[in-house]
């Protein structure tokens, strides 16, 4: 690494009207996070230093935002769009203090390589005033294009101020740039508004370094570190990219996904080795699954932890605070929140456990309902150890049920249950012999007349 200084500047100021969104475009998610965060994880990935985010649409929103995924963040308003150029100035007070390496990221390419980022900080200490992360596609429209004279880079053009000889190039502005630091400003500065959008382009700066005599490069990335979102279609394409590297990275770490793209991770998902996930499985943020779990199809688990040798569904429901123990079981049609299962405790058929506890070897009967709310407010539910909660059971909590004790199936459980003891929350069955016929005979009767 490198121990050159660095400021990393994410541009986030854009409107993003093609979203068709409330909300500011760099606030939609990829991965259960938002699109800015994962540039600025990035940047942190490749050991990019101080971070300044530059906002305008939706500041406040976006302010929020980062108080969560970059803390340290330093945040510029940029008051009118004028420009990336403009944009980038927005944050002058930072550029100000003096870097070795300031590296430009948009909020809304969320897919850049940290490598690639790497990449052009080595090109700044290897003596270049401006580095230019390019990428080669067939579909070029609305780029900048890469105008390369002699093996050098001289100029960016946009689109809209292509000529029909420029607009054939291929070679494209990802949008990511890396400038040396003792230029920044005076570069930024040159920056005019004279083209077709009236605005102040960022990636003027390379003719007029170039036409300083200065070393101006472009260096190529891959076309994900390029993708920039504009609508929700290339949200989608972003979204379905980054589900493509986690599931390959999840299976070469040792984790059997049997219809790979049917799973979805989030940004955070911790899964073990040995584990085996069936098809159609949604894993939402916070969710740790220890190695050797299997997890059944149709599971959708979120802010969960899953313990060893722990079995989840097929349809099972985790949410937010659910922890499974060793080999614990939660089977179809089950949903857990905030509830520990400890080891060995089975939760297999058609139940809620909502603020509870459950203890180790303990039984839960199919239809079991755990009453923890009462319209105001949750109440909490404690399982002993080996306990057997018979089936369609409700547990109206705040309730116990003491180690070892055995509740009778179709009770409602509104008392502590204590140790060892057998409780019955229903009516005793009565048996009329032969009323049944009886009845009968007087119904037939009945429908006669
Ligand atoms: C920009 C590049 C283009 C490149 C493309 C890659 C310029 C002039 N053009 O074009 O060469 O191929 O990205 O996707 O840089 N922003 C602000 N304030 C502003 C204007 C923009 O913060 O005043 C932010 C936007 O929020 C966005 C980024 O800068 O994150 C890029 O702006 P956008 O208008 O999308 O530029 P493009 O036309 O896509
Ligand atoms: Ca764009």
Redesign the pocket.
């Known amino acids: 690494m490198t121990s050159r200084t660095c400021l990393s500047i994410i541009l986030a100021a854009?409107e993003g009207t093609r979203m068709k969104s409330a909300l500011p475009k760099v606030l939609h998610k990829i991965a259960g996070l938002p699109m800015v965060a994962h540039v600025a994880r990035a940047a942190e990935a490749a050991g990019a230093g101080d971070l300044a985010l530059v906002v305008g649409h939706g500041a406040e929103e976006v302010r929020k935002a980062a108080e969560k995924f970059a803390p340290r963040a330093e945040l510029f308003v940029q008051e009118k769009r004028l420009g990336t150029a403009d944009a980038v100035l927005a944050a002058r007070a930072a550029i100000a203090r003096g870097y070795d390496d300031i590296l430009v990221m948009?909020g809304?390419t969320p897919l850049i390589d940290p490598t690639a980022l790497a990449a052009a900080r080595d090109r700044l200490a290897n003596g270049a005033a401006v580095v230019v992360l390019g990428f080669r596609t067939d579909k070029p429209t609305g780029y900048g294009r890469l105008i390369e004279k002699g093996g050098r880079l001289v100029a960016i053009r946009e689109e809209k101020d292509c000529s029909e000889e420029e607009r054939r190039i291929t070679f494209c502005n990802s949008?990511l740039m890396a400038i040396a630091g003792g230029q920044a400003l005076k570069l930024l500065e040159a920056v005019g508004n004279a083209n077709a959008k009236g605005e102040f382009y960022l990636t003027d700066i390379v003719g007029i370094a170039s036409g300083q005599g200065l070393e101006v490069v472009a260096t190529e990335a891959s076309f994900e570190s390029a993708l920039?979102i504009?609508n929700r279609a290339e949200l989608a394409e972003a979204e379905a990219i980054w589900q493509q590297r986690r599931r390959r990275e999840a299976m070469l770490a040792g984790v059997t996904l049997v219809a790979p793209e049917t799973v979805f991770f989030s940004h955070d998902t911790e899964i073990g080795a040995d584990t085996v996930v069936e098809p159609n499985v949604w894993f939402g943020p916070g969710v740790r699954i220890d190695p050797g779990a299997s997890i059944h199809g149709f599971s959708h688990i979120e802010g969960a932890t899953v313990a060893s040798g722990s079995e989840v569904g097929p349809f099972a429901r985790l949410r937010p605070g659910a922890d499974l123990k060793k080999r614990a079981k939660v089977g179809n049609f089950c949903e857990v929140k905030k509830a520990t299962v400890e080891e060995g405790a089975k939760v297999n058929h058609l139940t809620y456990i909502g603020d509870a506890r459950v203890g180790a070897g303990a039984n839960i009967g199919a239809g079991t309902i755990t009453c923890n709310y009462d319209g105001y407010s949750k109440f909490f539910t404690d399982i002993g150890e080996n306990a057997f909660i018979g089936s369609n059971s409700s547990l109206v909590a705040p309730v116990s049920i003491g180690n070892g004790g055995y509740v009778a199936s179709g009770s409602v459980i509104t008392e502590d249950v204590p140790e060892d003891a057998l409780a019955f929350g229903r009516a005793r069955q009565k048996n009329l012999p032969g009323k049944a016929r009886e009845l009968r005979a007087r119904r037939a009767e009945a429908a006669k007349k």
């Open positions: 854009g948009f809304d949008g920039g504009n």
